[in-house]
């Protein structure tokens, strides 16, 4: 077995000369999955490549305002009869996370794991993983540049919107001042105006959202001490408004946002019973070491999990071991 290719020098020469490449979201693709897809994907393009940007899951409508969105693809429509140079999966801690679209990894000479996750299993046949990075957004930046392609308006707004979502609006603790200086020249060199991609992204819900919303906090429940807050979107609710995971999306940050709450969680039961569960920290407990209790992982402050289900059992088992997270051996779960 030949041995992977690791870091970002790595993925540069992966990419030279490439003339087909397949770019991968992950499941439930936030702005940094599709932000960083279709920014290295004009990047590509730019050099003569023919790019393919797909999901394995559903659309992602909310992102659908960013330059070559239209073009995004579901995973069994892409035509992989010539197969690929490359496939490349940003912002994936591993290739199952791509979803229904793993297959067609098999199409592709080489699989390129560019990711800033800690948990990240170490797939690929090219690596290049930092978990200090606010967001692969940063990432791609550089390798943009390390291609000699000028960042235009589009790649601009793509990578920014990645740097804003995955920051929180830069209120989370992954923000850095390098993500501030990169966010800076973003906005100079993409002549972009921030308050109509903050609309976009956080002022452009749904009716069915709020209703959604409405009634999801009617859930809202704590711990006894107070450190541990959730809430719970159960079928009935989703069919009660015809609602989907979009109209979920971000719900965790509702519990978060309470007074004295260390650990927030989310509860998504979907259609197969399965349970979608969302984590983050406002203190100091590293909720990737708690999700991968569940077989999840992701960041000290932002992580997540499928729960086998059933509901009530998820709620109950995430909960406790939440509390029992806490309450644990001096250091148990704190990350400084």
Not at 144 to 167: E, F, H, K, S
Request: include cysteine.
């Amino acid at each position: 077995m030949t041995a992977p290719q690791l870091g970002r020098d790595a993925v540069v020469r992966a990419l030279q000369g490439v003339s087909r490449a397949l770019l991968l979201l992950h499941v439930n693709a936030d702005g940094d999955s599709v932000g960083s897809c279709l920014a290295l994907a004009r990047a590509l393009e730019h050099r003569g490549a023919r790019c393919v940007v797909a999901y394995g899951d559903r659309y992602p409508q909310a992102y659908a305002f960013l330059p070559g969105a239209g073009a995004i693809t579901a995973w069994d429509q892409v035509d992989a009869s010539q197969g690929f140079d490359v496939a490349l999966l940003p912002d994936c801690s591993d290739a199952g996370r791509v979803g229904n679209a793993a297959p067609l990894l098999e199409a592709a000479r080489l699989v390129v794991n560019i990711d800033h996750h800690a948990s990240n299993t170490g797939f690929g046949d090219v690596r290049w993983v930092e978990p200090d990075r606010s967001c692969v957004g940063e990432m791609i930046m550089d390798i943009i540049d390390d291609l000699g392609v000028a960042l235009d308006q589009p790649m601009a707004l793509c990578l920014y919107t990645a740097l804003v979502t995955d920051t929180g609006s830069f209120r989370f603790s992954n923000t850095t001042p390098d993500a501030h200086r990169r966010a800076a020249r973003l906005i100079e060199e993409g002549r972009l105006r921030p308050e109509e991609v903050a609309t976009q992204v956080y002022d452009n819900r749904s009716l069915t959202a709020l209703r959604l919303l409405g009634d999801a906090l009617g859930t809202l429940a704590t711990s006894p001490d107070g450190r541990v807050a959730w809430i719970v979107v159960d079928r009935a609710l989703q069919e009660r408004h015809q609602a989907g995971p979009a109209e979920a999306e971000g719900i965790v940050s509702y519990p978060r946002s309470l007074a004295g709450v260390e650990i927030a969680l989310s509860f998504f039961e979907q259609a197969d019973g399965t349970v979608r569960v969302a984590f983050r920290s406002r203190g100091q407990a590293d909720v990737a070491v708690l999700a991968q209790q569940f077989g999840g992982g992701g960041h000290p402050r932002a992580a997540g999990c499928t729960h086998p289900g059933p509901l009530q059992a998820a709620v109950r088992q995430v909960t406790e071991a939440s509390r029992r997270f806490l309450e644990g051996p001096a250091g148990e779960g704190i990350k400084a």
